[in-house]
Structures are given as structure tokens and as C-alpha cells.
């Protein structure tokens, strides 16, 4: 059995290979649910703290509230019995006593601490009225040799002991192989981390010397952790760079944007399209249409993420890059995460271009049989140019014609099997198209990935290295800014006054709530109470002052016509207040609402305030959001929740609320499922270790470049076979 397989047995033997097919026991199964697999697993798996067990303190000299290690005698031992039963020692190290209290603790640990034994104990000491005492210490034997490095206390999982651990990362340490792959002309120059080997530094951040400066290990600034994140920074640079590379590689179909000059009449779709708007395009989407412009007319597939605030504009420039493709006679689809957002599109995409003739199909996974099967037959014959739909699109039933062009709006909302799925769906071509396509080339669809969440430049520098990156920085003019309020929630009854003064200017109103029904877990008003106590509260609100309010409520759990009805009545102005989860999150554009309410707003994320703002504001009136929190017991919100209110406050702008959010929430969260099945950073940190990233970012090439089997075998090590994430 090799030294992979090694680790996932017993990690402290290395049993015959026989053994492999008997059934994993608690702690091996334990260590595969923390992915410690492979010996390099179980090395790179680093404690999240240390214990100083290398030496013996003195009761006399010890100080209150610090965690010390003792050699003492127990001197008493009996259980109390009165109230909650507990194990109370009394032990003397010679130059003071400790009480030791246990309210859990068997005969074995009662055996060990029998009057007269000698023992080391190590806890946090408490001073008192009877002086000093220690609640649940580590108990052994006294005696024997103490420790020569601090004591690593790992992340563990229930049934997985630390002892355990220990011995198995250890193992996996000792087996693993550690050579070095950096070649050394490409080695970081600043800082002392070059004197550090891979295995020196692994070493000694699972063994630390007790001389060592603990904030240097506690902040990843100590050499060996710079040594780390170094390799992993090099590891992920050089896995996106190959993915790159391998699209670089594919065969995308040409679609070249047809000009006046070219075009028979009538005129070409995008030119159609660009005179028919009601509005002019902004110098940023002009910018952003001739980058996606540019990438569909060469023959490798586009790979680009459009980036842009809430209400700049990114479904107008992907509905331009529709017209370009289907000016090709080749066809596009646009999925999106919700059916809501999905019929969003729908409706705007069908006003822009059915009158230019082009035909639309709809799939969404609630259609009636019929319609569906409608919808999948103008999907296979090619006349429907355009397809616009949830997940539903990308279902095996589903055969295009000759996609082109897939677009995904929200993709941080999608796992990379779904935008998969939806690349796969071009098949190849029987013959030479009239752009040139090669019959014999299997070609693959572009890609274009919007987000209304803009991603921060060392986000767009790591984890979006293999994207192309366009961005709207720029609003549509017209719009006012929103005006952002922090209120209690005891003064409800005021944002109820403020809701009656929107509905009597004729002004819609949103109200968010973060669940639907009544909750034993958190005690949160629910949309389906808000919205009977609203109905209730604005009878004779609306804008003649008398004439009925109509309330309406919408969430996930409504059937998808109910819904739909809900939404055409707010939509169309007949209903005045809509009470919501976060269902209307993206997409919902009602230019008339003009007051946003966002009840424990505490509780929602910082990029969902902001998306949840954006429902408003898009018109010209001024518009305001109104954040409601509650501290329910607590005297105070929490600390991260005052950083996200602080910084909805401060600032509109979605890219430096992009960068508070990653600040709070850190690259994991804020990435969401566009990483689902990828390796996140474990080590580095994209806020403080720009530089290092910089770094990483110039040797990567290099690397792949002049040694190649060096960079896949650095690749292995960190990422294992999760690099093939990253081909979405």
C-alpha cells in the first residue's frame, strides 16, 4: 500500500494491505469528514492554537486567570452530593493548595486522583475566598520528561480525540513528500521565509519551539507561515493560469458584429436593438460591449465576468451580446438562479427584441407539459434565437440547436456542475458554417457571467484569475441616491407612518422579512404576520387617502402562479405595499417603489442589504431604505452586525461595500457557490497578503513555462484533483 493510502488507516502503523477493505473505524472516518486523506492532507492540517506544556509553574507564583501547568499530591478527594454532583481534589504543590472541581468525570479519573497520588495538572487558575481552584484540568501521572515544543491543539470533529490526531498528523507529517518544487530563481524575495523549507516550516508550526513570540503564529506573520502562504498563493495562481490556458485551447464559435456597411437590409439585430433603447448606453457599457464584442469574434471561447452595481445596466449588454450571436444565425440562452429573476429578463428581453422579430423561448421547471414541450421543440429547430430560463435549461430533455452563447446572471448563485451542464449543451457541427467553423472541431459555447456583486480587486486577482473581467462603474444618469436609515425596531410604528406618507404620493413601499412562518429557533417576525398586521395597519392609506391599500405577500414557498399573480398586481402599480422574503433579492425592477423596509435587517448579510436596496431607487424620485434591527435580549448588536448597518450608512457604492464584505465575512463566504467543490485559501489571507499574491501572480507563468513538471507536481500537493473545479 502506497503512503497515500497509509493515511487513511490507522495513521500511527502502516498496516498490511490486506486490511484496507476492513470498514473504517470512528476516528478514520472522522479524519476522511475533516478530508484528511492523504499524508499531505494530515501535514498541511495545522492547530488552531497551542498549549505551553513545557514547563511547571509554582502555585505561589502564580497569577490570576492564567493557564499553568502544575506537579502537585492530592491531599483530599471526595463527591459531593448536594444540588449538581461533583468531584471535589484538593492537591498541594508545596507552596500552596488548588481545589480541583469535576462535574463530569468517571471512576478512572477518581483512581488517578486517589489521595496520595502525585499528579500534573494543567487548567486556568480562579482566586477566591477559599483561594485557588481549577475547573476540569488535564490529569496524567506525574513525572517523566516535559515537552521540548508547545503542544498543538488541532480542529477536530466529534470521535476524533486530540491524542488521535496528534499521532495521526504526526504520521502523515513524517511520510508525506515535502520537496522542493519553487524553483529557487523564482523563490519570494522579501522577508525571511527563504531560510524556511516546506518541511522545516511544517514542522515547526505543528512543534513550535517555546521561545517563539506567539502573535507571530496567532497572525501568520512568523516566516514559516510566510513560507505557506507562499506555496498555496503559487498553487492557486498556477491552477487558474492552466485553466486559462486549456479554454485558450478550445474552439469557440466566430461571431463577428455586423455593421451597417456589412448588413443587408434590414439592418443588423444590434443595430436594431442599440436604435430602438429609450435610453443611450453609458461610456462604461459602450466599454464593456466592445470587450465581449472582441472576445466573441475570435475563435477561442469567451470566459468573461461582467461585473456591475445594482440598476447599472448589465441586462441591456447582454441582451447586445444576444443580438450578436443570433445575427450569426447561432443561438443564446440566459439562465438565471430564480424563476422571478428569470421572468424578470423575460419580460424586459421580449420588450427590447421581439419586435425586431426575434423569437424567444421560456423554460422554466413549472411549465405545464404542453408549453414546455412547445418551448423544446422551438429550442431544437433553431427558431427560437433566444432562451431565457432558470436551471430547467440545462436538464438533459433539453437539445439546442447551435448554442453559442451561454449567459449567467447571478453565477455566484449556480455550483459548477450547473454552469457545466449549460456549457456542454453545444454539440458538435456537421459542416463548415459561414463563418469558417471548422466541421471536424467540437466547439464549445462563450461564456458570460454577470454579478451584481462586484468582486474586489484581490478577489479578481485570485479566485477570478482565470476570468476576463469587465466592469460597469458607472450608473445610468438620472438616478438619485438612496437615502439609508438605521431604526429600531420599537419604533415601528414611525417606518408604518413613514409608509402611509409613500402610499398617499402614490409611491410603492417593499417590506423584507427574513422568514415565512413563526420560528421556535429565532425569534423573528415573519412575513405571513407582517403582512396581516400591514393589511390591518394602512386600510384608507392609499394615495386618495381613503381608497383600500392592497398588501401583498411573496416567498420561495407560494405556488409559481400565485406568485406570479402577486408580482404582476405590484408590477403594474395596483398594489401598494408588497411584504416579501428575500425572493426579490435581485432582479425585481419597479421604478415606482420608492421606500425599502428591511426588518432584522441584523440578520441578513451585508451584499443582500445592498441587493435588497437596489430594489429601489430606480427612478428618479428620491428613494430610501429603512433598516429595522432588533437586539432582542441582548443589550447591544453584535459587533459584525454594527459593521454591516455602519457600512450600508456610510456608502451606496456596491464596490466598497464589496470590499466591506470581505473584510467581515472574509473570501469563503463571500464567494459563495461559485467555489463549490474548489479550494479556498486556507492560509493566505487576500487582505493582508497582497504582496505575496503579486508574487505569486508573476512567478506562475514562469513556472508553468520553464518548469512544467514542477508545477504540476506543486499543483497535486495543494490542490489534489479539486483543480478541475475551476474549468467553470
Known sequence: MNGQNRSMTEPDVNPPARQAAKPLSGPQKALHKLGLVRDIDLALHLPLRYEDETRITRLADAREGEVVQIEATVRASEVKLGGRRQLLVTVDDGTDTCVLRFFTFYPALQKSLAVGHAVRLRGELKGGFMGWTMMHPSVQASGGALPTALTPVYPTVAALPQVYLRKAVAGGLARAELAQTIPPELEYENGQYRTWNLREALSFLHHPTPQVQLATLEDHSHPAWQRLKCEELLAQQLTQLQAKRERDRLRAPVLLAQTQTQARVPLPLHEQLLAKLPFALTGAQRRVCAEIGRDLARPVPMHRLLQGDVGSGKTVVAALAATICMDARWQCALMAPTEILAEQHFRKLIGWLEPLGVKTAWLTGSQKTKERREMLALIASGEAGLVVGTHAIIQDKVVFKNLALAIIDEQHRFGVAQRLALRNKLAPQNEVDDAGNDAETVLEPHLLMMTATPIPRTLAMSYYADLDVSTIDELPPGRTPIITKVVNDARRDEVIERIRAQLHQGRQVYWVCPLIEESEALDLSNATETHAHLSTALQGSGESGGSPVLVGLLHSRMPVAEKKAVMDLFISGQMGVLVSTTVIEVGVDVPNAGLMVIEHAERFGLSQLHQLRGRVGRGAAASACVLLYSTGEAPRLSETARARLK????????????????????????????????????????????????????????????YPALAEKHVQRWLGGKAQYLKA
Open 647 to 706: 457600512a450600508m450608512m456610510d456608502t451606496n457604492d456596491g464596490f466598497e461595500i464589496a470590499r466591506r464584505d470581505l473584510e467581515i465575512r472574509g473570501p469563503g463566504e463571500f464567494l459563495g457557490a461559485r467555489q463549490s467543490g474548489a479550494a479556498m485559501l486556507r492560509f493566505a489571507d487576500l487582505l493582508t497578503d497582497t504582496a505575496l499574491l503579486d508574487w505569486a501572480r508573476q512567478a506562475a507563468p514562469i513556472m508553468l513555462d520553464r
